[in-house]
């Protein structure tokens, strides 16, 4: 049967060679193109990558830093508390902000607004303050504190030695 295709000088077995040839060229060349474009990527990828933990080592020292010159707060969890319902009572949000911890503190005073927490709110939290006042302060080396009744309000301890509210409800 005669190949259409082919002229009859060629052989089939010539034809596949010649073009398993070019196949492995191409592949040859994307291959390498490949192995060169991402080398460079990666580099790229790896000097990103090296900056953002730079920026976050950066980060974690400043706020380090700010949490040990941080001196706003009271010298107990009950007197932080005290004071914060105060602060609250005036509608000064910003001098309350200051007696939450640094991490909440951004959330907080976007919670509050403007408008500030309602009066049933401080009321709960006056109640929670007589209920500390009359607790025994936290032994000394203990760094976090949680009461749960009326409601459950956590401290945190900073290295500067005042507490800072850690969680509100």
């Known amino acids: 049967m005669p190949s259409v295709f082919l002229p009859k000088s060629r052989s089939y077995v010539w034809l596949l060679i010649k073009y398993l040839g070019f ?12 192995y060169f474009l991402s080398g460079s990527s990666m580099a790229k990828l790896e ?27 009271g010298k107990t969890p009950a007197e ?11 509608g000064d949000y910003n001098t309350a902000s200051q007696y939450i911890a640094l991490e909440k503190r951004a959330v907080w005073l976007r919670d509050v ?10 009321q709960a ?10 607790a025994a302060p936290p032994k000394e080396g203990v760094s ?12 945190i301890k900073y290295e500067s030695g005042v507490w800072k509210i850690g969680r509100l409800p």
Do not use: C, H, W
Not at 47 to 73: C, P
Not at 128 to 134: G, I
């Open 23 to 34: 196949l492995a060229v191409g592949f040859g060349i994307y291959y390498t193109a490949y």
């Open 47 to 73: 000097s990103r990558n090296d900056q953002l933990v730079r920026s976050i080592r950066k980060m974690e020292i400043e706020f380090d830093a700010a949490r040990k010159s941080d001196a706003i707060g």
């Open 80 to 90: 932080t508390l005290n004071l914060f319902i105060s602060a609250l009572e005036k």
């Open 113 to 122: 607004g403007t408008e500030g927490p309602g009066k049933v709110y401080i």
């Open 125 to 134: 939290l006056k109640k929670t303050a007589l209920r500390m006042n009359a």
């Open 144 to 155: 976090s504190y949680v009461i749960s009744s009326p409601m459950e309000i956590s401290f």
